[in-house]
């Protein structure tokens, strides 16, 4: 079982920067994949970037260039470093683990992009 815990989400500009954090119960050495999520109002849940155990990375088109995804495995935790943030951006953003083919998530994170 893995339980994640995100953080950083708030009310921003647009052209602004955020970075949100997802801190796992456990070492994320163990974890297959971690990945971003987000779902804007009204719209489905749809991947935005993910980092495997070997360091490969995916960025959907739409956040390619603004967004990183990152990790400190001494912190157990996995960020996303925002960018030039536009209104189409805000959404709750969810953190999940893949393990073994099992999925966690979890709770979200809400971001606004208004002015």
């Known amino acids: 079982q893995v339980q994640l815990v995100e953080s950083g989400g708030g009310l921003v500009q647009p052209g602004g920067s955020l970075r949100l954090s997802c801190a796992a119960s456990?070492?994320?050495?163990?974890?297959?994949?971690m990945a971003w999520y987000r779902q804007a109002p009204g719209k489905e849940r749809e991947l935005v970037a993910y980092m495997t155990q070997t360091s490969n990375t995916f960025y959907t088109d739409s956040v390619k260039g603004r967004f990183t995804i990152s990790r400190d495995n001494a912190k157990n935790t996995v960020y996303l470093q925002m960018s030039s943030l536009k209104s189409e951006d805000t959404a709750v953003y969810y953190c999940?683990?893949?393990?073994?083919?099992?999925?966690?998530w979890g709770k979200g994170t809400l971001v606004t992009v208004s002015s």
């Open positions: 456990g070492s994320i050495l163990d974890i297959n994949t």
């Open positions: 999940k683990a893949v393990n073994r083919g099992m999925g966690y």
